[in-house]
């Protein structure tokens, strides 16, 4: 019935139709629906039912445990704060998700606003990006980001980092990393903190007040500020691996984020050589910091494992770094690419204090450098061969 309805209306939205205009909003509505049923008309193509919008979908199925888990972990905090213990699973549910669906409204609503409006005017289809940035944004950013600073940073992002270039595909630097980054670094207060990170009000008479006095500071803050209590406990590690720690909403576990890869690499969405090396990056800059320690990083701060665990190091390693369009295309290169993100996400994180997470600087850093690196693979590889052919005359 779907179907039937929308070759009924079709009609209406093609060239000389009375809502041409919209034409790029009813493509794109359509093909997120259904599989387009163009075809090429000219030249040589293999065509299978995997296009760019199914691509994003999978994305998008692989951050639901994060999304789900962040639902709970946002609800654990808050109620934890405030010294709440008799509440349901459900109940937990709903207070997270009460407290992230504004977020995801606004972020997709901003975004999808402005890429609707850019295709009109270039008479283009409507990409389909955004379907993965605008559920990435909210998963990387505090839980108590007011929702204009979303927007504006969504709107900064999506037009001076995608769009000005030529819209999906053609961005130099990943767009949600983008708007992270220019909420740190235009709002630091509501980026950082004791608080920034713990859901502070009841929502719907579910949870409550956070006291005045809580310190719902992260690991990565608390060891900043010299201090290593939290390291210190039974069982802390395996509980950074499950995530029930203060962080950014989507961040914190990172069990739920290797199920994400998991689905990414059996679908053959993302890159393993990308993955694997930013964790052996990761592995072998934490060594080099525990061997060689100094005043800024003492010894025995953090263990390397305790580094993949801890902050957003596994979220940008399976779900950042990997992003096809930043990322490095060359297998040696994606190797590299991969590798030098992890070495300089913990090289920042263990020796600048003022800022204890690495990884979103990482990944921006080596999206500039990718083209770099795919440029002396590619020119390594023909001067090989040339210097094969030579040896072969």
């Known amino acids: 019935m779907l179907r039937k309805y929308l070759d009924k209306i079709k009609p209406n939205f093609e060239p000389g139709g009375k809502l041409q205009a919209f034409r790029s909003v009813f493509d794109g509505?359509?093909?997120?629906l259904y599989t387009p049923r163009s075809t090429s008309a000219s030249g040589v193509h293999v065509h299978d039912s995997i296009d760019s919008k199914r691509?994003?979908?999978?994305?998008?199925?692989?951050?639901?445990?994060?999304?789900?888990?962040?639902?709970?972990?946002t609800a654990y905090q808050n109620f934890t704060a405030c010294g709440i213990t008799d509440y349901t699973f459900w109940q937990a549910m709903a207070y997270g998700f009460l407290a992230i669906l504004p977020r995801i409204v606004v972020t997709y609503a901003v975004g999808l606003g402005i890429e609707f409006i850019v295709a009109q005017w270039r008479g283009e289809e409507i990409q389909e990006g955004f379907l993965v940035t605008g559920i990435l944004v909210p998963l990387i950013c505090p839980i108590t980001t007011p929702l204009w600073m979303l927007a504006v940073a969504t709107a900064f992002s999506v037009i001076f980092v995608k769009e000005v270039f030529g819209g999906t595909g053609f961005n130099i630097f990943n767009v949600a990393l983008v708007t992270r980054a220019f909420l740190f670094f235009a709002?630091?207060?509501?980026?950082?903190?004791?608080?920034?990170?713990?859901?502070?009000?009841?929502?719907?008479g579910l949870g409550g007040y956070v006291p005045d006095g809580f310190s719902g500071a992260t690991?990565?803050?608390?060891?900043?500020?010299?201090?290593?209590?939290?390291?210190?406990?039974?069982?802390?590690?395996?509980?950074?691996f499950l995530g029930l720690?203060?962080?950014?909403?989507?961040e914190t576990s990172t069990l739920?984020?290797?199920?994400?890869?998991?689905?990414?690499?059996?679908?053959?969405?993302?890159?393993?050589?990308?993955?694997?090396?930013?964790?052996?990056?990761?592995?072998?800059?934490?060594?080099?910091?525990?061997?060689?320690?100094?005043?800024?990083y003492p010894a025995s701060t953090m263990s390397p494992i305790d580094q993949l665990v801890y902050?957003?190091?596994?979220?940008?390693?399976?779900f950042m770094a990997t992003d096809p369009v930043t990322a490095a295309r060359t297998g040696i290169g994606k190797y590299i690419y991969g590798f030098l993100v992890g070495v300089i996400a913990i090289l920042i994180r263990v020796y600048n204090n003022g800022y204890p997470e690495g990884a979103m600087l990482a990944?921006?850093?080596?999206?500039?450098?990718?083209?770099?690196?795919?440029?002396?693979?590619?020119?390594a590889n023909i001067n090989r061969r040339m210097r094969r052919a030579r040896s072969m005359d």
Do not use: H
């Open 256 to 296: 739920c984020i290797l199920i994400g890869a998991a689905l990414l690499l059996l679908t053959g969405i993302a890159s393993w050589r990308i993955m694997l090396s930013v964790f052996i990056g990761g592995l072998v800059m934490g060594w080099i910091a525990n061997t060689f320690p100094s005043d800024l």
């Open 187 to 204: 709002y630091p207060a509501s980026m950082s903190g004791d608080k920034a990170f713990i859901a502070s009000e009841p929502i719907c």
């Open 363 to 379: 990944v921006l850093l080596m999206n500039a450098l990718a083209p770099l690196i795919d440029y002396c693979v590619v020119q």
């Open 55 to 73: 691509v994003m979908i999978i994305v998008v199925l692989a951050l639901m445990p994060c999304l789900f888990f962040g639902m709970y972990n």
């Open 311 to 318: 902050g957003g190091f596994a979220f940008a390693a399976v």
């Open 245 to 250: 720690i203060p962080g950014s909403f989507g």
């Open 29 to 32: 509505f359509e093909t997120f």
């Open 219 to 240: 690991p990565l803050g608390m060891i900043a500020n010299g201090s290593t209590e939290f390291l210190s406990q039974a069982g802390s590690t395996w509980q950074a």
